[in-house]
Nanobody, 117 residues
Framework: VQLVESGGGLVQPGGSLRLSCAAS????????MRWYRQAPGKERELVAR????????YYLDSVKDRFTASRDNAKNTVYLQMNSLKPEDTAVYYC???????????WGQGTQVTVSS
């Protein structure tokens, strides 16, 4: 099982990044996908969640209207489009896969997002 995030980096405030998470080794289309983030000295928090078919989403209040989660089940990939980035969005972003019965829980290695001028 692998979840491999990419797309992180350094961006100026107001800029955009698109994170990708490529999955392998499990039936991606049967898993709810989540994006978490963890800033230095803070607890990991749920940023976004997307349902199996991609029709239902959840967002942390502070990222609503700025971040959009999507998925391509044919490509076994989930995305997080991040617009209007703020310094407080700086964190390591993690991709998570969990089956609908909460029996299996997989994590990526994380990708650093730094928002700074």
């Amino acid at each position: 099982v692998q979840l491999v995030e990419s797309g992180g980096g350094l961006v100026q405030p107001g800029g955009s990044l698109r994170l990708s998470c490529a999955a392998s080794g499990f039936t991606f289309s049967s898993y709810v996908m989540r994006w978490y983030r963890q800033a230095p000295g803070k607890e990991r928090e749920l940023v976004a969640r997307i349902s199996i078919a991609g029709r239902d989403t959840y967002y942390l209040d502070s990222v609503k209207d700025r971040f959009t989660a999507s998925r391509d089940n044919a490509k076994n990939t989930v995305y997080l489009q991040m617009n209007s980035l703020k310094p407080e969005d700086t964190a390591v972003y993690y991709c998570n896969a969990r089956d609908v019965n909460n029996r299996y829980d997989y994590w990526g290695q994380g990708t650093q997002v730094t928002v700074s001028s």
